[in-house]
Antibody
Framework: EAQLVESGGGLVQPGGSLRLSCAAS????????MHWVRQAPGKGLVWVSR????????RYADSVKGRFTISRDNAKNTLYLQMNSLRAEDTAMFYC?????????????WGQGTMVTVSS | QSVLTQPPSASGTPGQRVTISCSGS????????VNWYQQLPGTAPKLLIY????QRPSGVPDRFSGSKSGTSASLAISGLQSEDEADYYC???????????FGGGTKLTVL
């Protein structure tokens, strides 16, 4: 069964950094387009970033461009999101998601989410 | 302010048919496929409808259907059930923003 498990969230001060991990099982991360999506408490879904099957085709939302970096480790079958210069408005539940094989951005598998809280 | 516009709320009684609209522009819905997600409280979203042919993933009942016309899309739920009470989101790739855009979400209440 395909599954994603996020980790790495927590409480961080403004200006700090965190690295989120998304461990995949039941499928190969490098064979699918993978994304990060976030959801602030009580708010809607917001797309953050994606990485293509070729390991490039990387895109970011304007709100995180220059601060966040998406990557993956094929050997560990894991997706990452390095988050630097964190701001209060980055406080959210972060989900990693797998795109349906025939699409690039329809997410059929989601992780359970990892909470990131940016506060002093 | 979301790029895709959805009504904040919708409601219906058991057995009824309800539709949720999603309005966008030529750079997103007008030129790309629309995906729909259901999010139950405290859980991750679930894919309901995707692709150019409005496909349903395995396990999604055929009570759920999607359609698109121009720069707008709709999700229809027929034979409404209490377990359909959830938040619903539309999403699409945006060629101008070079990213995925979501609607603000519609909270569906089953009366």
């Amino acid at each position: 069964e395909a599954q994603l498990v996020e980790s790495g969230g927590g409480l961080v001060q403004p200006g700090g950094s965190l690295r989120l991990s998304c461990a995949a099982s039941g499928f190969t991360v490098s064979s699918y387009w993978m994304h990060w999506v976030r959801q602030a408490p009580g708010k809607g879904l917001v797309w953050v970033s994606r990485i293509g099957t070729d390991g490039s085709s990387i895109r970011y939302a304007d709100s995180v461009k220059g601060r966040f970096t998406i990557s993956r480790d094929n050997a560990k079958n894991t997706l990452y999101l390095q988050m630097n210069s964190l701001r209060a408005e980055d406080t959210a539940m972060f989900y990693c998601a797998r795109a349906v094989a025939t699409t690039r951005n329809a997410y059929d598998i989601w992780g359970q989410g990892t909470m990131v809280t940016v506060s002093s | 302010q979301s790029v895709l516009t959805q009504p904040p709320s919708a409601s219906g009684t058991p057995g009824q048919r309800v539709t949720i609209s999603c309005s966008g522009s030529s750079s997103n819905i007008g030129s790309n496929t629309v995906n729909w997600y259901q999010q139950l409280p405290g859980t991750a979203p679930k894919l309901l409808i995707y692709g150019s042919n409005n496909q349903r993933p395995s396990g999604v009942p055929d009570r759920f259907s999607g359609s698109k016309s121009g720069t707008s899309a709709s999700l229809a739920i027929s034979g409404l059930q209490s377990e359909d009470e959830a938040d619903y989101y539309c999403a699409a790739w945006d060629d101008s923003l070079n990213g995925v855009v979501f609607g603000g979400g519609t909270k569906l209440t089953v009366l």
